[in-house]
Protein backbone atom coordinates (compact mmCIF):
# COMPACT_ATOMS: atom_id res chain seq x y z
CA UNK A 1 0.00 0.00 0.00
CA UNK A 2 1.52 3.19 -0.68
CA UNK A 3 1.57 6.51 0.97
CA UNK A 4 -0.98 8.07 -1.00
CA UNK A 5 -3.39 5.82 -0.32
CA UNK A 6 -2.40 5.08 3.81
CA UNK A 7 -3.11 9.29 3.65
CA UNK A 8 -6.50 9.35 1.98
CA UNK A 9 -7.90 6.12 4.20
CA UNK A 10 -7.21 9.04 7.13
CA UNK A 11 -9.16 11.47 5.84
CA UNK A 12 -11.96 9.31 4.01
CA UNK A 13 -14.88 11.78 3.60
CA UNK A 14 -16.80 11.07 -0.14
CA UNK A 15 -14.92 13.95 -1.48
CA UNK A 16 -11.93 12.91 -0.42
CA UNK A 17 -9.31 11.21 -3.57
CA UNK A 18 -9.40 6.93 -3.11
CA UNK A 19 -12.81 7.62 -0.36
CA UNK A 20 -13.61 3.88 -2.22
CA UNK A 21 -10.06 2.65 -1.42
CA UNK A 22 -11.00 3.78 1.64
CA UNK A 23 -13.99 2.14 2.44
CA UNK A 24 -12.94 -0.99 0.74
CA UNK A 25 -9.53 -1.58 2.94
CA UNK A 26 -11.83 -0.51 6.01
CA UNK A 27 -14.05 -3.51 5.34
CA UNK A 28 -11.60 -5.96 4.37
CA UNK A 29 -9.95 -4.70 8.16
CA UNK A 30 -12.74 -5.40 9.55
CA UNK A 31 -13.05 -8.51 8.08
CA UNK A 32 -9.53 -9.89 9.93
CA UNK A 33 -11.50 -8.88 13.41
CA UNK A 34 -14.26 -11.22 12.11
CA UNK A 35 -16.03 -8.23 11.51
CA UNK A 36 -18.48 -8.20 8.57
CA UNK A 37 -20.82 -5.13 7.06
CA UNK A 38 -23.93 -4.95 8.70
CA UNK A 39 -26.35 -4.76 5.83
CA UNK A 40 -25.76 -6.82 2.02
CA UNK A 41 -23.37 -5.14 -0.09
CA UNK A 42 -24.88 -6.15 -3.53
CA UNK A 43 -28.11 -4.46 -4.28
CA UNK A 44 -30.05 -7.37 -5.17
CA UNK A 45 -29.30 -8.94 -1.41
CA UNK A 46 -29.97 -5.73 0.21
CA UNK A 47 -33.23 -6.17 -1.38
CA UNK A 48 -33.81 -9.75 -0.33
CA UNK A 49 -33.09 -8.39 3.10
CA UNK A 50 -35.31 -5.78 3.16
CA UNK A 51 -38.22 -7.74 1.86
CA UNK A 52 -38.24 -10.21 4.47
CA UNK A 53 -37.83 -7.39 6.97
CA UNK A 54 -40.81 -4.91 6.09
CA UNK A 55 -44.63 -5.79 6.72
CA UNK A 56 -46.42 -7.03 3.73
CA UNK A 57 -48.01 -3.52 3.43
CA UNK A 58 -45.15 -2.14 3.60
CA UNK A 59 -43.66 -4.66 0.83
CA UNK A 60 -46.52 -3.91 -1.39
CA UNK A 61 -46.40 0.14 -1.27
CA UNK A 62 -42.70 -0.08 -2.30
CA UNK A 63 -43.50 -2.58 -4.79
CA UNK A 64 -44.94 -1.46 -8.57
CA UNK A 65 -45.67 -2.06 -11.88
CA UNK A 66 -43.37 -5.64 -12.18
CA UNK A 67 -43.00 -4.95 -16.25
CA UNK A 68 -42.21 -1.29 -15.91
CA UNK A 69 -39.91 -2.17 -13.17
CA UNK A 70 -37.92 -5.06 -14.45
CA UNK A 71 -37.89 -2.54 -18.33
CA UNK A 72 -35.67 0.07 -15.63
CA UNK A 73 -33.48 -2.38 -14.52
CA UNK A 74 -33.20 -3.53 -17.79
CA UNK A 75 -32.83 -0.72 -19.91
CA UNK A 76 -29.36 -0.35 -17.91
CA UNK A 77 -28.14 -3.33 -18.49
CA UNK A 78 -28.62 -2.44 -22.27
CA UNK A 79 -25.58 -0.61 -22.08
CA UNK A 80 -22.05 -1.10 -21.37
CA UNK A 81 -19.17 0.65 -20.37
CA UNK A 82 -16.13 0.61 -22.14
CA UNK A 83 -13.46 0.69 -20.03
CA UNK A 84 -10.11 2.49 -20.91
CA UNK A 85 -6.65 1.98 -19.68
CA UNK A 86 -3.71 4.10 -18.71
CA UNK A 87 -5.01 7.59 -18.42
CA UNK A 88 -3.66 8.58 -14.91
CA UNK A 89 -6.69 8.55 -12.70
CA UNK A 90 -5.42 8.34 -9.47
CA UNK A 91 -7.03 11.78 -8.13
CA UNK A 92 -10.73 11.47 -8.98
CA UNK A 93 -13.47 14.02 -8.15
CA UNK A 94 -17.12 12.61 -8.14
CA UNK A 95 -17.99 16.18 -7.74
CA UNK A 96 -21.16 17.60 -9.61
CA UNK A 97 -22.77 21.35 -9.70
CA UNK A 98 -26.15 21.47 -9.72
CA UNK A 99 -28.09 25.24 -9.53
CA UNK A 100 -25.12 26.89 -8.40
CA UNK A 101 -24.26 24.37 -5.69
CA UNK A 102 -21.35 21.91 -5.85
CA UNK A 103 -22.65 18.39 -4.75
CA UNK A 104 -20.04 15.71 -3.68
CA UNK A 105 -21.52 13.72 -6.46
CA UNK A 106 -24.06 13.52 -8.91
CA UNK A 107 -26.63 11.30 -6.60
CA UNK A 108 -29.44 12.96 -4.58
CA UNK A 109 -32.37 11.18 -2.76
CA UNK A 110 -35.35 11.18 -4.52
CA UNK A 111 -38.81 12.05 -2.83
CA UNK A 112 -40.00 8.72 -1.62
CA UNK A 113 -43.52 9.44 0.57
CA UNK A 114 -44.74 7.70 3.84
CA UNK A 115 -41.33 6.65 4.98
CA UNK A 116 -42.43 5.48 8.70
CA UNK A 117 -44.00 2.25 6.98
CA UNK A 118 -40.68 1.00 6.97
CA UNK A 119 -38.97 2.50 10.18
CA UNK A 120 -40.62 4.63 12.88
CA UNK A 121 -37.81 7.46 12.05
CA UNK A 122 -38.71 7.45 8.51
CA UNK A 123 -37.29 10.86 7.16
CA UNK A 124 -35.59 12.02 9.63
CA UNK A 125 -33.06 8.91 9.79
CA UNK A 126 -32.77 9.65 6.18
CA UNK A 127 -32.53 13.45 6.36
CA UNK A 128 -29.66 12.60 8.79
CA UNK A 129 -27.93 10.35 6.68
CA UNK A 130 -27.97 12.36 4.00
CA UNK A 131 -26.43 15.30 5.19
CA UNK A 132 -24.17 13.49 6.86
CA UNK A 133 -22.63 12.58 3.37
CA UNK A 134 -23.88 16.34 1.92
CA UNK A 135 -26.28 14.78 -1.23
CA UNK A 136 -29.36 16.76 -1.19
CA UNK A 137 -32.42 14.81 0.28
CA UNK A 138 -35.76 15.68 -1.93
CA UNK A 139 -39.00 15.89 0.96
CA UNK A 140 -42.30 14.69 -0.49
CA UNK A 141 -44.89 16.44 0.00
CA UNK A 142 -46.73 12.89 0.94
CA UNK A 143 -44.25 12.42 3.86
CA UNK A 144 -44.42 11.15 7.43
CA UNK A 145 -42.85 13.70 9.56
CA UNK A 146 -43.20 17.46 8.42
CA UNK A 147 -40.63 19.19 5.80
CA UNK A 148 -39.94 21.18 8.64
CA UNK A 149 -39.22 18.67 11.36
CA UNK A 150 -37.18 16.84 8.93
CA UNK A 151 -34.95 19.64 7.66
CA UNK A 152 -34.54 20.61 11.56
CA UNK A 153 -31.42 17.80 11.09
CA UNK A 154 -29.99 18.78 8.33
CA UNK A 155 -28.19 22.02 9.51
CA UNK A 156 -27.38 23.88 6.27
CA UNK A 157 -27.10 20.73 3.88
CA UNK A 158 -28.75 20.65 0.64
CA UNK A 159 -32.72 19.68 0.39
CA UNK A 160 -34.84 20.45 -1.60
CA UNK A 161 -38.88 19.85 -2.19
CA UNK A 162 -41.27 17.48 -4.23
CA UNK A 163 -44.52 19.07 -4.93
CA UNK A 164 -47.80 17.07 -5.28
CA UNK A 165 -49.55 19.88 -6.90
CA UNK A 166 -53.29 19.45 -5.37
CA UNK A 167 -56.61 21.08 -6.13
CA UNK A 168 -56.22 23.46 -2.77
CA UNK A 169 -54.24 26.65 -4.68
CA UNK A 170 -53.81 28.14 -0.65
CA UNK A 171 -51.97 24.63 0.22
CA UNK A 172 -49.81 24.70 -2.94
CA UNK A 173 -48.99 28.04 -2.07
CA UNK A 174 -48.55 27.39 1.24
CA UNK A 175 -46.40 24.16 1.06
CA UNK A 176 -43.99 25.67 -1.19
CA UNK A 177 -42.86 28.99 1.10
CA UNK A 178 -42.27 26.57 3.77
CA UNK A 179 -40.05 25.00 1.99
CA UNK A 180 -38.35 27.71 0.78
CA UNK A 181 -38.38 28.94 4.57
CA UNK A 182 -36.79 25.71 5.26
CA UNK A 183 -34.15 25.90 3.10
CA UNK A 184 -34.79 23.68 -0.04
CA UNK A 185 -33.27 24.67 -2.87
CA UNK A 186 -35.41 23.84 -5.53
CA UNK A 187 -39.06 23.13 -6.02
CA UNK A 188 -39.95 19.54 -8.01
CA UNK A 189 -43.31 19.11 -9.09
CA UNK A 190 -43.93 15.20 -9.85
CA UNK A 191 -46.60 15.39 -12.87
CA UNK A 192 -46.94 11.57 -12.84
CA UNK A 193 -49.10 10.91 -10.22
CA UNK A 194 -52.30 13.08 -10.80
CA UNK A 195 -53.78 10.10 -9.60
CA UNK A 196 -52.54 6.75 -8.19
CA UNK A 197 -52.30 3.79 -10.23
CA UNK A 198 -54.15 0.73 -10.04
CA UNK A 199 -51.77 -1.04 -8.18
CA UNK A 200 -52.47 -5.06 -7.85
CA UNK A 201 -50.28 -5.15 -4.22
CA UNK A 202 -51.87 -2.35 -2.61
CA UNK A 203 -55.48 -3.48 -3.49
CA UNK A 204 -55.16 -6.59 -2.62
CA UNK A 205 -53.66 -5.38 0.84
CA UNK A 206 -56.55 -3.36 0.38
CA UNK A 207 -54.21 -0.68 1.90
CA UNK A 208 -53.25 3.17 1.47
CA UNK A 209 -51.29 4.49 4.13
CA UNK A 210 -53.12 8.15 3.82
CA UNK A 211 -56.31 6.71 4.38
CA UNK A 212 -54.77 5.85 7.63
CA UNK A 213 -53.66 9.17 8.32
CA UNK A 214 -49.75 8.27 7.55
CA UNK A 215 -47.93 10.21 5.41
CA UNK A 216 -50.12 13.61 5.88
CA UNK A 217 -47.78 15.30 8.10
CA UNK A 218 -47.20 18.16 5.65
CA UNK A 219 -50.82 18.55 5.05
CA UNK A 220 -51.79 18.57 8.49
CA UNK A 221 -49.31 21.09 9.70
CA UNK A 222 -50.28 23.55 7.06
CA UNK A 223 -52.18 26.35 7.87
CA UNK A 224 -53.92 27.21 4.81
CA UNK A 225 -54.99 23.22 4.62
CA UNK A 226 -56.31 23.31 8.29
CA UNK A 227 -58.22 26.51 7.63
CA UNK A 228 -60.15 24.77 4.93
CA UNK A 229 -61.18 22.04 7.70
CA UNK A 230 -64.02 22.30 9.88
CA UNK A 231 -61.85 21.49 12.99
CA UNK A 232 -58.26 21.01 13.76
CA UNK A 233 -56.83 17.43 12.64
CA UNK A 234 -56.15 16.65 16.22
CA UNK A 235 -59.44 16.44 16.76
CA UNK A 236 -61.35 14.68 13.84
CA UNK A 237 -58.55 13.03 12.45
CA UNK A 238 -60.75 11.36 9.61
CA UNK A 239 -62.64 14.31 8.35
CA UNK A 240 -58.75 15.49 7.75
CA UNK A 241 -57.96 12.18 5.55
CA UNK A 242 -61.34 12.90 3.85
CA UNK A 243 -60.54 16.26 3.09
CA UNK A 244 -56.93 15.37 1.90
CA UNK A 245 -58.41 12.44 -0.79
CA UNK A 246 -60.22 14.82 -1.97
CA UNK A 247 -57.59 17.31 -2.60
CA UNK A 248 -55.18 14.70 -4.07
CA UNK A 249 -56.40 13.66 -7.25
CA UNK A 250 -55.83 16.85 -9.92
CA UNK A 251 -56.50 15.35 -13.44
CA UNK A 252 -57.30 18.80 -14.86
CA UNK A 253 -53.81 20.01 -14.65
CA UNK A 254 -52.29 21.47 -17.70
CA UNK A 255 -49.14 23.45 -19.27
CA UNK A 256 -50.70 26.12 -18.77
CA UNK A 257 -51.36 26.23 -14.92
CA UNK A 258 -47.15 25.93 -14.48
CA UNK A 259 -46.98 29.82 -14.95
CA UNK A 260 -49.64 29.93 -11.44
CA UNK A 261 -46.13 28.77 -9.80
CA UNK A 262 -43.77 30.00 -11.34
CA UNK A 263 -44.77 33.58 -10.52
CA UNK A 264 -44.73 32.33 -6.94
CA UNK A 265 -41.43 31.33 -6.15
CA UNK A 266 -37.96 32.07 -7.40
CA UNK A 267 -36.51 28.76 -6.66
CA UNK A 268 -35.54 26.47 -9.27
CA UNK A 269 -38.77 24.50 -10.57
CA UNK A 270 -37.72 20.93 -12.11
CA UNK A 271 -41.21 18.90 -13.45
CA UNK A 272 -40.24 15.13 -12.69
CA UNK A 273 -42.01 12.68 -14.83
CA UNK A 274 -41.00 13.41 -17.95
CA UNK A 275 -40.61 10.94 -21.07
CA UNK A 276 -41.45 12.44 -23.69
CA UNK A 277 -39.12 14.99 -25.92
CA UNK A 278 -42.27 17.12 -27.16
CA UNK A 279 -42.72 17.00 -23.32
CA UNK A 280 -39.07 18.34 -22.40
CA UNK A 281 -39.75 21.28 -24.53
CA UNK A 282 -42.87 22.33 -23.64
CA UNK A 283 -41.30 22.64 -20.37
CA UNK A 284 -38.69 24.55 -21.47
CA UNK A 285 -41.49 27.15 -23.21
CA UNK A 286 -42.90 27.49 -19.53
CA UNK A 287 -39.68 28.33 -18.00
CA UNK A 288 -38.98 25.65 -16.37
CA UNK A 289 -35.25 24.87 -14.41
CA UNK A 290 -34.47 21.35 -14.50
CA UNK A 291 -36.17 18.05 -15.66
CA UNK A 292 -36.20 15.16 -14.33
CA UNK A 293 -36.79 11.53 -16.56
CA UNK A 294 -38.71 9.13 -14.30
CA UNK A 295 -41.37 6.69 -14.36
CA UNK A 296 -41.90 6.60 -10.37
CA UNK A 297 -40.21 4.04 -10.36
CA UNK A 298 -41.75 1.62 -12.18
CA UNK A 299 -45.22 2.44 -10.16
CA UNK A 300 -47.68 4.23 -11.97
CA UNK A 301 -48.04 3.04 -15.96
CA UNK A 302 -47.37 -0.67 -16.43
CA UNK A 303 -45.72 -0.80 -19.56
CA UNK A 304 -44.34 2.26 -19.74
CA UNK A 305 -41.08 3.04 -21.54
CA UNK A 306 -37.85 2.75 -18.97
CA UNK A 307 -36.58 5.97 -17.90
CA UNK A 308 -33.15 5.21 -18.98
CA UNK A 309 -34.67 4.21 -22.26
CA UNK A 310 -36.16 7.23 -22.57
CA UNK A 311 -33.22 9.87 -21.33
CA UNK A 312 -31.68 10.30 -24.62
CA UNK A 313 -34.29 12.02 -26.88
CA UNK A 314 -35.31 14.03 -23.35
CA UNK A 315 -31.55 14.80 -23.48
CA UNK A 316 -31.54 15.71 -27.53
CA UNK A 317 -34.64 17.84 -27.31
CA UNK A 318 -33.07 20.19 -24.01
CA UNK A 319 -29.70 21.09 -26.00
CA UNK A 320 -28.19 21.59 -22.61
CA UNK A 321 -30.43 24.34 -21.93
CA UNK A 322 -31.23 22.91 -18.45
CA UNK A 323 -29.77 20.23 -16.29
CA UNK A 324 -31.74 16.90 -17.15
CA UNK A 325 -31.67 14.33 -14.17
CA UNK A 326 -32.97 10.89 -14.11
CA UNK A 327 -34.24 8.17 -11.54
CA UNK A 328 -36.06 4.81 -11.94
CA UNK A 329 -33.99 1.71 -11.59
CA UNK A 330 -30.25 3.25 -9.97
CA UNK A 331 -29.49 0.27 -8.23
CA UNK A 332 -25.16 0.68 -8.26
CA UNK A 333 -22.10 2.88 -9.63
CA UNK A 334 -22.22 1.83 -13.10
CA UNK A 335 -25.94 2.62 -13.69
CA UNK A 336 -24.98 6.73 -12.60
CA UNK A 337 -22.00 6.18 -14.86
CA UNK A 338 -24.23 5.65 -17.95
CA UNK A 339 -27.18 7.51 -16.81
CA UNK A 340 -24.41 10.61 -16.96
CA UNK A 341 -22.75 9.33 -20.04
CA UNK A 342 -26.26 9.38 -22.04
CA UNK A 343 -26.55 12.93 -20.30
CA UNK A 344 -28.25 13.17 -17.30
CA UNK A 345 -26.59 15.65 -14.78
CA UNK A 346 -27.64 13.52 -11.90
CA UNK A 347 -29.67 10.64 -10.45
CA UNK A 348 -32.12 10.10 -8.25
CA UNK A 349 -31.96 6.89 -6.41
CA UNK A 350 -35.45 5.44 -4.73
CA UNK A 351 -35.95 2.34 -3.08
CA UNK A 352 -32.17 1.52 -2.33
CA UNK A 353 -32.35 4.09 0.70
CA UNK A 354 -35.65 2.58 2.12
CA UNK A 355 -34.47 -0.68 1.91
CA UNK A 356 -31.18 0.57 4.19
CA UNK A 357 -33.83 2.67 6.33
CA UNK A 358 -36.10 -0.37 6.88
CA UNK A 359 -33.13 -3.00 7.69
CA UNK A 360 -30.79 -0.14 9.94
CA UNK A 361 -32.41 3.26 9.92
CA UNK A 362 -30.23 6.18 9.74
CA UNK A 363 -26.82 4.34 9.84
CA UNK A 364 -28.57 1.32 7.15
CA UNK A 365 -29.45 4.47 4.98
CA UNK A 366 -25.13 5.91 5.96
CA UNK A 367 -24.33 2.47 4.49
CA UNK A 368 -26.20 2.14 1.89
CA UNK A 369 -25.20 5.61 0.39
CA UNK A 370 -21.57 5.31 1.33
CA UNK A 371 -21.36 2.07 -0.32
CA UNK A 372 -22.53 3.76 -3.52
CA UNK A 373 -20.37 6.29 -3.14
CA UNK A 374 -17.68 4.05 -2.57
CA UNK A 375 -18.49 2.18 -5.78
CA UNK A 376 -19.07 5.65 -7.58
CA UNK A 377 -15.04 6.12 -6.81
CA UNK A 378 -13.57 3.05 -7.79
CA UNK A 379 -15.85 2.17 -10.81
CA UNK A 380 -15.43 5.76 -12.37
CA UNK A 381 -11.41 5.44 -12.10
CA UNK A 382 -11.77 1.67 -13.53
CA UNK A 383 -13.62 3.03 -16.62
CA UNK A 384 -10.91 5.43 -17.02
CA UNK A 385 -12.54 8.95 -15.95
CA UNK A 386 -11.17 11.07 -13.39
CA UNK A 387 -14.77 13.30 -13.13
CA UNK A 388 -17.62 12.46 -14.61
CA UNK A 389 -17.37 15.83 -17.04
CA UNK A 390 -15.15 13.49 -19.36
CA UNK A 391 -18.31 10.78 -19.96
CA UNK A 392 -20.39 10.76 -22.90
CA UNK A 393 -22.11 8.87 -25.20
CA UNK A 394 -18.43 7.57 -27.06
CA UNK A 395 -18.24 6.05 -23.24
CA UNK A 396 -21.09 3.07 -23.59
CA UNK A 397 -21.54 0.65 -26.43
CA UNK A 398 -25.02 -1.02 -26.88
CA UNK A 399 -24.69 -4.12 -24.95
CA UNK A 400 -24.09 -7.25 -27.51
CA UNK A 401 -22.22 -5.17 -30.20
C1 LIG B 1 -41.95 6.93 -4.53
N1 LIG B 1 -41.78 7.99 -5.43
C2 LIG B 1 -42.31 9.23 -5.13
N2 LIG B 1 -42.14 10.28 -5.98
C3 LIG B 1 -42.59 11.51 -5.68
O1 LIG B 1 -42.40 12.42 -6.47
N3 LIG B 1 -43.25 11.71 -4.49
C4 LIG B 1 -43.49 10.72 -3.60
O2 LIG B 1 -44.07 10.93 -2.56
C5 LIG B 1 -43.04 9.42 -3.95
N4 LIG B 1 -43.27 8.36 -3.10
C6 LIG B 1 -42.73 7.13 -3.38
C7 LIG B 1 -42.91 6.09 -2.49
C8 LIG B 1 -42.30 4.86 -2.71
C9 LIG B 1 -42.51 3.76 -1.72
C10 LIG B 1 -41.47 4.68 -3.85
C11 LIG B 1 -40.75 3.37 -4.09
C12 LIG B 1 -41.31 5.70 -4.75
C13 LIG B 1 -40.98 7.82 -6.64
C14 LIG B 1 -39.50 8.17 -6.38
O3 LIG B 1 -39.34 9.55 -6.23
C15 LIG B 1 -38.61 7.75 -7.55
O4 LIG B 1 -39.13 8.26 -8.75
C16 LIG B 1 -38.44 6.23 -7.67
O5 LIG B 1 -38.41 5.60 -6.42
C17 LIG B 1 -37.15 5.94 -8.42
O6 LIG B 1 -37.07 4.60 -8.74
P1 LIG B 1 -36.26 3.50 -7.91
O7 LIG B 1 -34.89 4.06 -7.59
O8 LIG B 1 -37.05 3.23 -6.67
O9 LIG B 1 -36.23 2.35 -8.85
Keep these: MDD ?136 STASSFSLEETAAGMSDAPRWFQLYWSKSAAFNASVVSRAEAAGCGAI ?26 LGLANYFSDPAFRAELQGPPEQDPQAAVRHFLGLFNNPALTWKDLSWLRER ?22 GIDGLVVSNHGGRQVEGAVPALGALPAVVEAVKGRVPVLLDSGVRRASDVIKARAL ?9 PYLWGLALGGEA ?38
Design 4 to 139: NQTHDQQRSTPTATSFGLARQSQIFLDGLKGVRPTLPVDPAALEQAAQEAMTPEARGYLGGMPGTMRANLDAFADWNIVPRMLRGVQTRDLGTTLFGRRLPAPVLLAPVGVQSIVHPDGERAVARAAAGLGLPMVF
Design 265 to 286: TRLPILLKGILHPDDARRALDC
Design 343 to 351: GAQAVLLGR
Design 188 to 213: VVTLDTFMLAWRPQDLQNAYLPFMRG
Design 364 to 401: GVAEVLGNLLADLDLTLGLSGYSSFDELDASSLVRAGR
